[in-house]
């Protein structure tokens, strides 16, 4: 087989390009995609988070009414006991889900992150010497014709 031409040599080279942007437009789409979960997420840690604060007035509310009518007040502070402790065992399980998958989610993202900034810097490097081959073999042709 002959040397490669020079329309050959320039679709190679624009070719490599196109491979190196669409692995870094793949591997952008990728993060977007966990961001995108990340804030559902958030949206959910933000719902956990107002839930404890008007479960708290409740609790608040609930006592203020238990002081005002004591004669009543050892049944109703024992309800609200159960009440609470129900409340912190759901709270505990919900927030807990919630930031288990926050850092997965960080972790997941760092390395799409990582990788992007390691592979752009190869494939600047890589292009870099691949073109400058391929514009010595392109003047070499064009000398020689």
Do not use: C
């Not at 404890?52 to 309800?79: A, H, W």
Request: hydrophobic content about 35%; proline content about 1%.
């Amino acid at each position: 087989m002959g040397k490669p031409s020079i329309p050959s040599l320039e679709l190679e080279r624009s070719m490599d390009l196109q491979v190196s942007v669409m692995t870094i437009d793949e591997t952008l789409r990728h993060s977007k995609v966990i961001d995108e979960i990340d804030d559902k997420r958030r949206d959910k840690l933000h719902n956990i988070v107002k839930w404890v604060k008007d479960m708290q007035k409740s609790f608040i509310n609930d006592l203020q009414e238990i002081y005002k009518n004591t004669e009543e007040g050892k049944e109703q502070i024992k309800k609200l006991l159960e009440k609470q402790s129900k409340f912190a065992k759901q709270f505990t399980k919900s927030i807990d889900a919630v930031l288990k998958q926050e850092l997965e989610l960080e972790t997941i993202d760092d390395k799409a992150r990582e990788y992007l900034i390691t592979y752009t810097a190869d494939t600047r490097e890589k292009l870099k010497d691949a073109n400058s081959r391929i514009e010595k073999e392109i003047i070499r042709k064009k000398v020689t014709v």
